[in-house]
Nanobody, 118 residues
């Protein structure tokens, strides 16, 4: 069983920055995905960014503004968010995806609220 605990959300003005952190209990193999998703009110949960073996993927809407990083020794993944926009307002969830022979299993954190507003 993997537990993920996020921190770092809050209220920020447009154009500001926040950094989210997620600490995992236990070891997350470095070849397993870790990432961030978000869900705005009335919308489906969407991928923000993932990282595995140093390779990163980003949603088009956050490219060049957000940076995902990972510290395998500390089982931590971070999301640096710059130039925040009101449309970035959402609950942000940390995720790790574990592959098995016939399926994958997603673990989720409890979520942290990010609100971008003046």
């Amino acid at each position: 069983q993997v537990q993920l605990v996020e921190s770092g959300g809050g209220l920020v003005q447009p154009g500001g920055s926040l950094r989210l952190s997620c600490v995992a209990s236990g070891n997350i193999p470095r070849n397993y995905d870790m990432g961030w998703y978000r869900q705005a009110p009335g919308k489906e949960r969407e991928l923000v960014a993932t990282i595995r073996l140093g390779l990163t993927t980003y949603a088009e809407s956050v490219k060049d503004r957000f940076t995902i990083s990972r510290d395998n020794a500390k089982n931590t993944v971070r999301l640096q968010m710059n130039s925040l926009k009101p449309e970035d307002t959402a609950v942000y969830y940390c995720n790790t995806r574990w592959p098995y022979s016939n399926y994958t299993l997603d673990y989720w954190g409890q979520g942290t609220q990010v609100t971008v507003s003046s």
